[in-house]
């Protein structure tokens, strides 16, 4: 009798082995051709680029995509930055891991098979690890370097409703990757003066990669972060952030506040760790708001 359940279990198993291997492929692929909205639903690749370093391009990268997730979305990040800042803030243990975006980026593994599990059951994370420090040098001496990270989400693009791209805090090879497999660049700004030195740069890197390379690349918009209310941003400077993004200030604002900056140290998003939190509103907020903005870039039928 146990034989025999044994038995059962065990071509149960292979039929599922089968399933996952070969029909799932196959029903995704027929899924497309039947469904062309299916085809066209690639979701939106959003980057969250700064080439300054703690302006909050991570913590926006992890708390956005946690909203986006709460509204009902399907997300990815992925972690573009050696230090792997959004890979354990959001929960994932890179020590532990043998695989990440760096070998997805080289295509000795898919981006698919590297993707891991948050606690957020619609976010999901493609998780940097230290070998990604040497991305840089391997991407340099190759073919279409600046297209690897795009070449490696083509397969995954229709999953998900957003993906969200960590950037390094440099505007080196990976961060061109970053901006060149984006449809959107969502650039965070510090509040206060010295914040918006080299935007222009930025802006400028941007245009060139729209003139030159992506054509459809644009810029969402910028989000002011670690704002502080005691210490009111001066008019000069709203007016100057102006001058850079006369029509893409996110009304959002994201306000200073300790408990986002504690959350990454539990591996939580801020959806979990403090939800009444007046960051947690506010990134609430934003993801709201960045969806209202899918209407926008809805194709004319
Ligand atoms: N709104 C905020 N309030 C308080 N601390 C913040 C806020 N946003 C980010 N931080 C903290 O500031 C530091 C830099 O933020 P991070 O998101 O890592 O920046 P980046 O990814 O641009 O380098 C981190 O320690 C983070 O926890
Ligand atoms: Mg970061």
Known sequence: ????????????????????????????????????????????????????????????????????????KFVLIVDLDPQANATSGIGVDFQALEQGVYEAVLGQVRMKDIVQPTAHQTLRIAPATPALAGLNVELVDMDRREYKLHESLLEIRHDYDYILIDCPPTLGLITLNGIVAADEILIPVQAEYYALEGLGQLLETVNLVKARIR???????????????????????????????????????????????????????????????????????????????????????
């Open 215 to 301: 054509p459809d690349v644009d810029i969402l918009g910028a989000v002011l972060t670690m704002y502080d209310s005691r210490t009111k941003l001066s008019d000069d400077v709203l007016q100057e952030l102006y001058k850079y993004f006369p029509r893409n200030i996110f009304r959002s604002v994201i306000p200073r506040s300790v408990r986002l900056a504690e959350a990454p140290s539990f591996g939580r998003s801020i959806a979990m760790f403090d939800a009444s939190s007046k960051g947690a509103k506010a990134y609430e907020r934003l993801a709201r708001e960045i969806i209202e903005t899918e209407l926008e870039r809805m194709p004319a039928v």
């Open 1 to 72: 009798m146990l034989n025999v359940k044994r038995t059962i279990r065990g071509c149960e198993k292979l039929v599922n082995r089968f399933y996952t291997i070969f029909i799932q492929d196959a029903l995704e692929a027929l899924a497309l051709y039947a469904y062309p909205w299916e085809a066209t639903h690639m979701g939106r690749i959003i980057s969250v680029v700064n080439q300054k370093g703690g302006v909050g391009k991570t913590t926006t990268a992890i708390n956005l995509g946690a909203y986006l997730a709460e509204e009902g």
